[in-house]
């Protein structure tokens, strides 16, 4: 009995229209490093081809990302030799130019390319320092071959809207891109916070699986992903009994728990403490004792259980993974990029 990630295709596709609700016709790049944040590219590339591109971290997900779609890939770490951007090419990819050192690399190409510039605005990260921008357009342009598609930066802070750095970043982007390049800069938090920093081109991650880029969820987006695994088995403990590893839950008083099939080998955060809500049969219910391999311990004393029940462990209006990742003391996006691959993943 496997955990299982069901995979929502209306939830994507509404996400989808909120992206482009709030991004004013601007072209959309549908972020999907990180096998889709872990949603996988198989299940999530077809259902995304009304993206104008779809945008990946390295050449190794470009490699796989290009099995299933024949949309252009923004590469974002860009390339590092000849024989990448060979590859890159070949992968018909977009190519992020971030970092002096990879000029001479495009430069040297016969091929047409259309390249992105990213700039550095305060992140401290990826992207080419104010005073080597110019130099770094004037060689592109001189070259017959490379075309600038875009000129891109990154918000540090964009899940703050109010942060001061967010309009210090978005000036200085003003400043150093003139207007007639065609821009990008946001993600989902700037994308649902910021409207002036829509421009030409939108970026959205973790919008698009539907969790919330900010603190709190945020009522529009619909969870793509929902987790969920059997219960295996149903015991009684009497109140002093400890649960799990390390017996580090004690039962004050008696109780019944469910044993459910999945654990840290699944991608179940290990670090969740006893309390996380689990929902099984519509009720909140709390995780107790430590998260093993493959399995958790949940209280269901009062709750009508029987082997076999589904227990949602996020992904639901009433467990979205945001609420889960606060207590994990972590992000739904790590919580997403760990899903394992031993669980069955399907699409609904
Ligand atoms: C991952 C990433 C995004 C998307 O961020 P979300 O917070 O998931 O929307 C946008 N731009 C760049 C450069 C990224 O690396």
Redesign the pocket.
Known sequence: MRALASISQSALAHNISLVKQYSQGAKVVA?V?SNAYGHHFDLISPLIQEADLLAVSELSEARKLRQYTQQPILL?SGVYSQTELHEAINLNCRIVVHELAQLAIVLNTKSNIKVWLQIETGMHRLGLFEQDFAKVVEKIQQHPNIYIETVMS?FACADKPDDPHNQQQYDKFNRIVKSHWKKSMA???AILSNPSSVFDFV?????LYGAS?FHEKHSELKPVMKLSAPIISINKVTKGESIGYGATWVADKDSKIAVVGIGYGDGYPRHAPSGTPVLINQRLCSLVGRVSMDLITVDVSGVETQLGDEAILWGVDKLPAEVVAKYANTIS?ELFTGVSNRVNFKLV
């Open positions: 972020m490093k974002l990154h993600n989902s938090a970026r959205p991650g973790i919008m880029p996006y």
